[in-house]
């Protein structure tokens, strides 16, 4: 899962490695002209993270057993290189993968430059009114498909119930008792109280909705990110980490704020469903019912988490279409999604299998998933994944004192308009 979206602009000149080389079975339809019998390799590239990919391969590998001639090379490319060495292999028409697991951000973004092939109408899509709609919206593009919803989720607040009840307090239902809570904490534990991801913008969207602020409004081609909601959003980040109810770090966040949670350095943090796993292998989590999950503390004008999550897409140029639909819609079936889920925790994106009693009474998929039904949907465009670097600059000026919240608000506008030429 989502482990950080700052990392993606950093790597725009990485060169393919020797194992990712996709597109396909080397000219092969995907079929056996005479049985109709898929073969040939369909290459895989997983985005999942280190708790996660095990699970991933497995899974994948299991399609090769329905299909004995289809051989499915998992190359399992971290998060923050994956959007830039996809682009890099697509463009240079070298080394791209058949099927790629895509954060929901990127596919307007890789269908906008022709990398993404056209679902509609393939094997890939399969049961379509099944799926979410909130998790469906995002595999569409100027009115045609070019991904299948996989995993759908959103932040909580992931906290320490140990720490919270020998301090005395109640899980924060809002950014004032948080700090108040965090001052507690301190005081009776020595733990600090939240760790504020600093260095990843997708963490900054819960304090703008908080606020009642949004990036855009892409219905009327306005940028919203700087006007009053956008400076209190900045503001909030700056007061916690001031007041000490929150540490942060302008590098290596994600590993930073999962070591400071897993060892109890810090009581709370924002995180998904992704992190779950994870998290439970930390010391102080040796009994998972120490973990606890609650809805993001509100902001001034209300509670506000984006909907993010992951899509399967096929590459435009692959040379196996037929095999590659076919792992697509078996790796986004209702069977495979009840695995992920039993494994992993991961919220579906088929409402049928929520209605599994596995899943239904998986305790994280019971907070999950009205999270993810109030999760605020994010502006589906091909600039979508963009809006985010301008932020992340932003944030490190404001943590560090360099800019007022003001400042960065009006700077990350100027940004959005500069990039989105049809907005005002």
Known sequence: MRRGIAATAL????????????????GQSGTNGTTGE?????????????????????????????????????????????????????GGNSGAPDVMRTE??????????????????????????????QAAASTEYEGKTYAVPQVIDTLALFYNKKLLREAGVEAPGSVSELKAAAARISEKTGATGLYLRGDDPYWFLPYLYGEG????????????????????????????????????????????????????????MLNGPWAIEDVKAGAEFKDAADLGVAPIPAGSAGQGSPQGGWNLSVYAGSQNLDASYAFVKYMSSAKVQQQTTEKLSLLPTRASVYKIPAVADNEMVKFFKPAVDKAVERPWIAQGNALFEPIRLQMANVLSGKTSPAEAAAATGDAYRKMLKDYK
């Open 11 to 26: 790597f725009t000149t990485l060169a393919m490695t020797t194992t990712a080389c996709g597109g396909g079975d080397g």
């Open 38 to 90: 898929l073969s040939g390799t369909v290459t895989f590239w997983d985005t999942s993270n280190e708790a996660e990919k095990a699970t991933y391969q497995a899974l994948a590998e299991s399609f090769e057993k329905e299909h004995p001639k289809v051989d499915v090379t998992y190359v399992n490319v971290p998060f923050g290189e994956a959007n830039a060495k996809f682009k890099n292999a697509a």
């Open 104 to 133: 929901v951000a990127w596919v307007a973004d890789f269908a906008s430059i022709g990398y993404l092939a056209p679902l509609d109408g393939t094997a890939a899509l399969d049961q379509e009114a099944d799926y979410l709609p």
């Open 213 to 268: 602020g949004n990036l855009v409004d892409a219905e009327n081609k306005t940028v919203t990110v700087d006007d009053a909601a956008g400076v209190k959003a900045y503001q909030v980040l700056k007061d916690l980490v001031d007041s000490k109810a929150a540490i942060t770090d302008a590098s290596d966040g994600w590993n930073n704020m999962q070591n400071a949670f897993k060892s109890g350095k810090v009581a709370m």
